[in-house]
C-alpha cells in the first residue's frame, strides 16, 4: 500500500499545496484535512491554534502517512517545531520554504511579507530571512481581511480586488522586489494581489515553494513514489462539505480529474 | 571552527553554485575545487570522470566538510550514487535539482535540456524529470563547444553569441516553454542563451537551484551556519591559477569582495 502525503490546513488553503503536489508530483497519493469548521486559524491564540493542529496531526497519523505537511503559514509558526518532535516522521511546514525562494528571487535584498495576523505576529517569516541572511531587509504586513474571502468561495469575485487592494496599501510603497504570500490562502487571489503590487514585484507563493521543497525532501530520503500505481487521494473536512468540495473542485481544475478522489466529512 | 560546504567541478562551472551559495547562503563557509588541469570532463568516459570525482572528494573530506557538492552535471551523472555510498556525509548534485525546478516552471509540459555529451549521453536528466512526471515530455542536446568558451575566459566575447545560436540550433524548435541549463558552465552564457531562445523560454540554472537544495537540505538536517562568525572561503584549483582567479574575481563580483577569500594551487 502507497504511503501518503498528509497534508492539512485550517480549511481550504492547504489546496494551493495539494495543486501544486499533484503536479509536480503526480504519483504521490495525498491524505487531506481541511479544518473548515474552525476556519480562520489567524486570528486565534498561539496555544490553540498548536492544540488544532495536534488534533488533526493525532487524526492523519492513523493513516501511515510518509510526511506531514502543515500547509497553513499559522499553524506553520505556532506548532511546527512541537509537532516535529512529537512524530516521527518529516514535518514540514510552509514558512522556510517561501523564505529561502524570496531569498533566492530578490535581487534587491527588499523582500515584502503578507500573511495573518497570527503568522506576522509570531515574527517567523523575518526570523527565517534573518537566519538565512543578515543582508535582507523585511517589511511585513497583516491582512486579516483575505482568508474569510477565500473561505466564503468569493475569491473570485470582483470584490476582492477592492478588499485586496485596501489589505496591501501598507506594504505597496517600501520598495521591494519581492512579495511572500505568506499563508496558503493567499494564491487563490494572486490575480488580485499582482495587479496590486505591479509588475516589479515578484510574488512568492509559500504554497509552490512547499511542493518543491516537498519533493526534495522526499528525495533525499529516498522516499519519492516510483512505481506506476496510480494514488487515490482522500480529502477529509470538518464543516460545510459541499462548500469545500465546490471550492475544492473550482481550485484543482484538471489535476482533480485525472486522480480518483474519495471526500470525506470528519469532525476529528 | 565552522564546518564548510565543500564544492567541486571540473573547472570553473561549479563557480556559478559558489556565486549563488555566498549571495543566498551568506553565513556558510565554502571549501572550492575547480579541476582546471583535467578540465573538461564532457567529453571523458564515465570511469575517468568518476576516478577524478573520487580523487577531490577524497582530498575535501580531510577539511572535515558537512556537505559535499557535485557541481558538475557529467560528474554527477557519472559519480553522484557511488560517491554518496563512500561518504557518511550528505552528498548533493545538479541534477535533481534542475529537473525540480523545471517541472516547478513548466506551464506545458515540454521541457527541453542542453549539457555535455556526457551528462545528456547518460540519460540522467530525462531519468530524473520522468521519475517526477510521467506527463512531462524531454528533448535534450549535448552541446560540447560551450565549456571551453566559459574555461578559456571568453565567456563575454562577441564570438560567443556566434557559437552559442550554432549550439542550439537543434533544440530551439521544439515548442518547450522552459530549457534547463545542465552543466554549471552555461549561466556563464546566460545572456547568448536567452536571446537565442527567446523571451517565451524560462531558463533554469542548475546551479542556482542546487543553492537553493543546499539551503533546504541543511535546514531540514539542522546544520545551517547559525552564528554570526564571518567565513574565510578557500579555493583550490589544479591548473593555471591566474586564469582560474581571474575568471572567479570577474563571476563572483560582490559576492567575492564581501568576504575574505583563500586562493591555493593543489595537483591532489
Not at 523564505?99 to 495576523?117: F, Q
Not at 519581492?178 to 510574488?203: A, Q, R, S, W
Request: aromatic share 8%; charged share 20%.
Amino acid at each position: 500500500m502507497q504511503q501518503a502525503i498528509a497534508i492539512l490546513d485550517s480549511g481550504v488553503g492547504g489546496l494551493t499545496v495539494v495543486k501544486e503536489v499533484m503536479r509536480q508530483l503526480p504519483r504521490e497519493k495525498i491524505i487531506y484535512f481541511g479544518d473548515t469548521a474552525r476556519a480562520p486559524y489567524g486570528p486565534r491564540s498561539t496555544e490553540e491554534v498548536t492544540l488544532f493542529t495536534e488534533q488533526i496531526v493525532d487524526y492523519l497519523i492513523q493513516f501511515n502517512p510518509k510526511m506531514i505537511v502543515i500547509a497553513c503559514n499559522t499553524a506553520t509558526a505556532a506548532a511546527l517545531d512541537y509537532i516535529s518532535a512529537k512524530v516521527s516522521i518529516p514535518v514540514i511546514g510552509v514558512i522556510h520554504p517561501g523564505a529561502r525562494a524570496a531569498i533566492s528571487a530578490t535581487k534587491s535584498g527588499h523582500v515584502g511579507v503578507i500573511g495573518t495576523i497570527g503568522t506576522i505576529g509570531s515574527g517567523a517569516y523575518t526570523n527565517a530571512l534573518k537566519q538565512l541572511s543578515p543582508f535582507v531587509e523585511v517589511v511585513s504586513q497583516a491582512c486579516p481581511a483575505l482568508v474569510p474571502l477565500v473561505e466564503q468561495g468569493m475569491f473570485r469575485s470582483e470584490k476582492s480586488y477592492e478588499i485586496v487592494e485596501q489589505a496591501l496599501e501598507g506594504i505597496k510603497d517600501n520598495n521591494i522586489d519581492t512579495l511572500i504570500l505568506g499563508c496558503t490562502h493567499y494564491p487563490f487571489l494572486v490575480e488580485p494581489i499582482g495587479e496590486t503590487m505591479g509588475p516589479g514585484v515578484k510574488l512568492i507563493s509559500s504554497a509552490d515553494e512547499t511542493a518543491r521543497e516537498i519533493s526534495t525532501i522526499l528525495y533525499d530520503k529516498g522516499k519519492l513514489s516510483i512505481g506506476d500505481e496510480s494514488p487515490i487521494h482522500q480529502f477529509f473536512c470538518s464543516g460545510d462539505a459541499e462548500m469545500f468540495q465546490r471550492i475544492a473542485r473550482d481550485w484543482l481544475g484538471e489535476q482533480i480529474n485525472r486522480t480518483p478522489v474519495v471526500w470525506q466529512v470528519s469532525t476529528l
